[in-house]
């Protein structure tokens, strides 16, 4: 079936630590997305990485499409990090966006 | 970054009620999508359209309704809403140009007393 799984569930970070979030994902997904997030709700698409790597400030994504898997890379993490991180993928020759349960991330300060 | 826009951002309703989330973008994407998730977890797809006058139901059954009239504009509606329905709405749209990446609205916090 089509699926998509993150780990940790929940994480919880002193400030200034680095962390990585993965995403494992069905042979039917494709076309991955990394989502954050924050604390008032607002969902704010971070990395489109069907393969390979990609990076933004403190932030990087690398993606196996051959072992089904991608990372989520926070260097240096701040307080404003926190929230909830979603992989996602489409589902193959189909239309929709299938999400992850999510990582809960919590920064410290 | 996208400019797709919900309201109302929060709203607090009895029981019966009739309600109309609206979303619009305008990026001229025809792919839009109404997505309920409960707080900090999992979102479901309950609604998406390919374009104007095309609507489908998603994974998760819902009593809402959608429509799409024009491209830019994906309203969903509760013709008597119940406490069951409390819940975050979001609507997505994406580019239909092969990469897919989707954009969020701020989403619609409803709360049905």
């Known amino acids: 079936g089509i699926q998509v799984e993150q780990s940790p569930p929940d994480l919880i970070l002193q400030e200034g630590a680095n962390s990585t979030l993965r995403c494992n994902f069905s042979?039917?997904?494709?076309?991955l997305q990394w989502f954050h997030q924050n604390p008032w709700g607002q969902l704010i698409n971070l990395f489109y990485?069907?393969?390979g790597t990609k990076q933004n400030g403190r932030l990087s994504a690398t993606t196996v499409a051959t072992e089904r898997y991608s990372l989520l890379y926070i260097s240096s993490s701040q307080t404003t990090d926190s929230g909830v991180y979603f992989c996602?993928?489409?589902?193959?020759?189909?239309?929709?966006?299938?999400f992850g349960a999510g990582t809960r991330l919590f920064v410290k300060a | 970054e996208a400019d797709i826009y919900q309201t109302p951002r929060y709203l607090v309703i009895g029981t019966g009620k009739k309600i109309t989330l609206e979303c619009s973008q305008t990026?001229?994407?025809?792919?839009m999508y109404w997505y309920q998730q409960d707080p900090g977890m999992e979102l479901h797809l309950i609604h998406y359209?390919?374009?104007?006058?095309?609507?489908e139901k998603g994974d998760l059954s819902s009593e809402s309704t959608v429509s799409r009239i024009r491209t830019e504009h994906f309203p969903l509606t509760l013709e008597s809403a119940r406490p069951s329905h409390t819940s975050q709405y979001l609507c997505?749209?994406?580019?239909?140009?092969?990469?897919?990446?989707?954009?969020f609205g701020s989403g619609t916090q409803l709360s049905v007393l």
């Open positions: 997505a749209s994406s580019d239909p140009q092969g990469v897919e990446k989707l954009f």
């Open positions: 042979d039917s997904v494709n076309n």
């Open positions: 990485i069907p393969s």
């Open positions: 996602a993928g489409r589902e193959t020759g189909g239309f929709k966006t299938i």
């Open positions: 990026m001229g994407h025809d792919k």
């Open positions: 359209s390919y374009g104007v006058n095309s609507t």
